[in-house]
């Protein structure tokens, strides 16, 4: 399975959609509070005895914060970024969400968000 994160991983980072770019530009080396993110990163859990993964879009380890910037596949995908915010929940972590044109047009208010989240 490892082997198949890493992959997805790389080939995530390197098709980035252009507000995930702008978010990482954002967030990256500690920009924000000096809290570091993780970009692309796995969130491995167990269900029914097998091991599976979400990747996640960013991750805060210190703050247990993942940051998913939605496009347009998330409105046909709704139960489905449910039921991953609910297993997410679970393992004891939080999920903010914010849609690619937030990240494209309102930066501050999705900064200012993120700084309360983190504050949570």
Same mark, same amino acid.
């Given at each position: 399975?490892? &082997?198949?994160?890493? $992959?997805? /991983?790389? @080939? ?8 995930? &770019? $702008? ?9 924000? =509070?000096? /809290? ?8 491995? @859990? !167990? ?9 996640a879009d960013f991750y805060c380890k210190q703050r247990k914060l993942i940051v998913e910037i939605d496009g347009g /596949?998330?409105?046909?995908?709704? &139960?489905? =970024? ?19 044109? !937030?990240?494209?047009? !309102?930066?501050?208010?999705?900064? =200012?968000?993120? $700084? !309360?989240?983190?504050?949570?």
């Amino acid at each position: 399975m490892t &082997e198949l994160i890493t $992959k997805t /991983i790389r @080939f995530l980072r390197r098709n980035a959609t252009p507000a995930e &770019e $702008k978010f990482w530009q954002i967030v990256r080396q500690r920009k924000i =509070d000096g /809290i570091r993110f993780y970009r692309q990163h796995p969130i491995e @859990f !167990e269900m029914n005895g097998c091991k599976r993964f979400f990747i996640a879009d960013f991750y805060c380890k210190q703050r247990k914060l993942i940051v998913e910037i939605d496009g347009g /596949i998330h409105e046909r995908q709704q &139960e489905y =970024d449910i039921y991953r915010t609910f297993i997410i929940e679970q393992l004891g972590m939080r999920v903010v969400r914010f849609t690619n044109d !937030e990240v494209r047009f !309102e930066i501050k208010n999705v900064v =200012d968000r993120l $700084k !309360e989240n983190l504050t949570l």
